[in-house]
Structure formats: C-alpha cells, structure tokens
C-alpha cells in the first residue's frame, strides 16, 4: 500500500515562515508477492533517465492489443506492462520500471516474470534490457537470470553487459534466484536502453517475488 502524508516544516527563527510537502511511503508486500497489472499501477513506479527522440519513450501499464506491432494481448489478462505500450520506443531511450518493495522470505527465493520483446539488435545489442536488484534502499545491480541472459556482450543503449535484445519469439518466462537476499526487503527494476527506434521494445506481465513455483 502506498500512504499519503503532508508534512510541514516551520523556521525555528520565523514561524511564519514554512514549507509544506506531500511525502509518500510505501509499506513493503510480503512473501509470495505477484502482480499481472489488472490492476493498473499499484506502487509500482518508473522513471526517464534520458529523454528519447523525437518522442518521449516511457514505460506504461495498459492493454496492448491495439498496437498491431507488439506482443498482441497481455500473456494473461488484459493488461501488461511496456515500453510505450501501443507505440514504438525511440532513439537514446533510458528508463527503468521498479517494482514495489518486497519483503521476501525464507530460501529459496525467486523472481519470476513472462516478457515479451522485439528490439533493434543489428549485431551488437543496440536496444534492449537487463534486470537490476536493490536490497534495503541500497544500490542498483544488474542481476542474471538462472542459466544466463539470452544475449552476451550487448550495448543495451550504452550500458553494455548481458541482457534481452532481438527478438524473444513469443512470450518468455524468466527467473532469477534471489536465495541470496532471503528474509530482506528488496525492489527490482526493468532497465530498458536504446541507440536506435522504430521497434515495439520490451513488456512484461505476471512479476512474481517468492517462493517457487510461480504458480
């Protein structure tokens, strides 16, 4: 859930004078965490690390079957998640899509999800994305799913390493082993990257955090 605080701080010298700011705070989900979006946002956020051109790219939750283009309908349900998610994506794009906070429990622990993604490769990973992890507000780390990413050595819009570009052929599932960062509050977060544009991108549907199997 996520709470709506006002909070006001007053001068110690001046009490007339003061500042008001609305604060949101999210209390954390609990084990065997899954969303599929029908929903819509929830306490999911995202955010543009670089602004795309000529149009903004951004990730979106909805229903994607209007875009002819992209994966068709949700993997299950209605709605997904997707980079513009009934346009292309553009040129320069950097945004990332982070989960709520998760408490998860005791090992084993996975993240799961279904995706979807057709992206300009040209033969060195020019779009496409990776998954990163923080645990306890900390940093940001890309994380690997079990088995590896599908692509070695991309770019990924400058970020380079492994992760998805090209073309998943069809809905995918992919899970990652977070054993690791059992018992502690974690956020993921889908970074999406792109040199070039034109192409549907990346979407993601059923993200699950929690015991396995997903279902």
Do not use: K
């Amino acid at each position: 859930d996520l709470d709506d605080t006002t909070v006001t701080a007053r001068s110690d010298n001046d009490f007339s004078v003061s500042e008001t700011a609305e604060v949101w705070t999210q209390v954390p989900f609990v084990v065997n965490w899954l969303d599929g979006f029908e929903g819509g946002w929830n306490a999911w956020t995202t955010d543009v690390l670089r602004v795309s051109n000529p149009n903004p790219t951004n990730w979106e939750v909805g229903d994607p079957s209007p875009f002819g283009a992209g994966p068709g309908p949700a993997y299950n349900g209605t709605n997904c998640s997707g980079t513009n998610i009934v346009d292309w994506y553009y040129d320069n794009a950097d945004n990332i899509f982070v989960t709520p906070y998760v408490e998860i429990g005791v090992a084993p622990q996975i993240l799961s999800f279904y995706h979807w993604y057709d992206t300009n490769d040209w033969g060195w990973g020019a779009d496409g994305g990776f998954v990163e992890l923080s645990v306890s507000g900390g940093p940001w780390n890309r994380i690997a799913p079990i088995g590896g990413y599908p692509y070695v050595g991309g770019n990924f819009g400058g970020y380079g390493g492994d992760g998805y570009s090209g073309n998943s052929a069809g809905w995918q599932y992919q899970e990652f082993d977070l054993t690791t960062w059992a018992g502690q509050v974690v956020q993921a977060r889908f970074h999406f990257g792109s040199n070039g544009g034109g192409m549907p991108g990346w979407y993601v549907d059923d993200v699950y955090m929690g015991t396995p199997p997903y279902r």
